[in-house]
């Protein structure tokens, strides 16, 4: 199994960017999910694409935090429809692999009606990478607050039910720690993916530590939920997956991915 460690890069100026992939590239830093959290800033693509493509990192893409595939007005639905859209052209354009995406907030549907309408929509995103050619799947992250559409069944299920040629997971770490009230099982989650996405080779996961249950991203040291256990229980699968990429989230990110890729070189 490749452990692949990865950083978080925020796209806000395109000068940032560049400063920061450079910075990765000399610590061997292998991936980098580059930001669109705020917005997509469109007047800066063509220059990214350049200088990812010369720097040569590979990358995943985390689309605006603003998309709700439950909203209850059309309008909202649609738009995210056509954000998610743009970050697959995006996607396509970096060679990216995943765009991540929140989906959604149960709103007033409830979890069995907001599964659904978050299904509806995904499949019209299938076809339009199937229509596309596009070779970039959807990431869907398991969320941490009781109001967000996200658990790990929930996240499971959808892929199953599109399929994985399309849409895969994203397991936050940090929001499955959040959402259980402090109790995290590795290896119980390991199993339910194993189980369910039998044909799912390559993991994608987000990394960060937390205080208090509260979705604030806290450096490595925090200790909550534990990395070292994380990587202890991923080398009992090393002949399930090919490669799990880990992006660090912390808010000291070049740091805390150094000491991640010093906690793995320790328990090779």
């Known amino acids: 199994m490749d452990i692949v460690i990865g950083v978080s890069c925020p796209v806000t100026s395109l000068n940032s960017v560049v400063k920061r992939l450079r910075i990765l590239k000399s610590l061997d830093i292998r991936w980098v999910e580059l930001g669109f959290t705020r917005g997509i800033p469109s007047s800066i693509l063509n220059d990214l694409k350049i200088i990812i493509n010369r720097i040569g990192i590979e990358n995943s893409i985390h689309a605006p935090y603003f998309i709700n595939l439950c909203s209850e007005k059309l309008d909202v639905r649609e738009r995210s429809l056509e954000i998610i859209k743009k970050c697959l052209d995006i996607a396509n354009m970096f ?6 995406i929140h989906a959604a907030y149960y709103m007033s549907y409830g979890p069995t009606l907001c599964y659904r309408l978050v299904l509806q929509n995904l499949k019209i995103v ?9 070779t970039c799947k959807i990431a869907i992250e398991t969320m941490g607050k009781d109001s967000q559409f996200g658990t790990l069944d929930e996240v499971l299920r959808l892929c199953k039910d599109i399929g994985i040629r399309y849409v895969v ?5 940090a929001h499955i720690y959040i959402r259980n009230r402090g109790i995290i099982n590795y290896e119980d989650i390991l199993m339910k993916i194993l189980e369910n996405l039998k044909d799912l080779k390559n993991l994608h996961t987000h990394f960060t530590c937390v205080q208090d249950l509260e979705d604030e991203h ?3 040291e925090i200790d909550k939920p534990s990395f070292k256990n994380l990587i202890i229980c991923l080398k009992k699968f090393k002949n399930t997956f090919n490669r799990v990429n880990i992006i660090c989230e ?9 000491k991640m890729l010093k906690i793995l070189k320790n328990l090779e």
């Open 95 to 100: 060679n990216s692999h995943y765009v991540v």
């Open 126 to 134: 299938a076809d339009y990478i199937e229509k596309n050619g596009y």
């Open 169 to 173: 997971p994203c397991i936050d770490w």
């Open 218 to 220: 806290m450096p490595l």
């Open 250 to 258: 912390s808010p000291m990110l070049e740091k805390d991915a150094l």
